[in-house]
Antibody, heavy 116, light 110 residues
């Protein structure tokens, strides 16, 4: 059974940092393209970042470039999102997911709240 | 990259069919055969209904079908059931391993 569990969310002040993690199981993680997608409260889905299976190439939505870093540890079947210089508009439920072009699998999400 | 355009809401009666549209441009929906559709119930993670325009994952009811014409993709749900009431999102590949989602459509089953 494919399973992905996000963690690391919480309340952080504007300008602060958080590191999200996604623990994957039930599939060959090292061969999968991985993404982070977020959903602001009451709003729609937004693609945030993606990383190739070997971790060599990373892609970001313009609004997080220079502030967020996506990474992975294939030995530990884990995906990460380092979020720096957080803003109120980054407040959202963050999902990890496999390649959106195919039959993707999604975690349940971890909530990030940026507020003073 | 602007979000894909979906109707904010649609409704249909039990047993009827409805179609949700997802309009983009030649840079996204029209340029790639990588449109996916997701169903999201309140407080739940999105669930893939359709991928690569027309493909249905195993376990997804054949009442759900996808299509595309030009820059507009569509999701059709036939034989509406009460449990189909949810939010629906489309997504499209937009080059350089990036994606864009639609704004979402709230389906009400009457």
């Amino acid at each position: 059974e494919v399973k992905m569990v996000e963690s690391g969310g919480g309340l952080v002040q504007p300008g602060g940092s958080l590191r999200l993690s996604c623990a994957a199981s039930g599939f060959t993680f090292s061969s999968k393209f991985m993404t982070w997608v977020r959903q602001a409260p009451g709003k729609g889905l937004e693609w945030v970042a993606s990383i190739k299976p070997d971790g060599t190439d990373k892609y970001y939505v313009d609004s997080v470039k220079g502030r967020f870093i996506i990474s992975r540890d294939n030995a530990k079947n884990s995906l990460f999102l380092q979020m720096n210089s957080l803003r109120a508009e980054d407040t959202a439920l963050y999902f990890c997911a496999t390649d959106p072009n195919w039959d993707s699998s999604w975690g349940q999400g971890t909530l990030v709240t940026v507020s003073s | 990259q602007s979000a894909l355009t979906q109707p904010a809401s649609v409704s249909g009666s039990l047993g009827q069919s409805i179609t949700i549209s997802c309009t983009g441009s030649s840079s996204d929906v029209g340029g790639y055969n990588f449109v996916s559709w997701y169903q999201q119930h309140p407080g739940k993670a999105p669930k893939v209904l359709i991928y690569a325009v027309t493909n249905r994952p195993s376990g997804v009811s054949n009442r759900f079908s996808g299509s595309k014409s030009g820059n507009t993709a569509s999701l059709t749900i036939s034989g509406l059931q009460a449990e189909d009431e949810a939010d629906y999102y489309c997504s499209s590949y937009i080059d350089l391993n990036s994606w864009v989602f639609g704004g979402g459509t709230k389906l009400t089953v009457l």
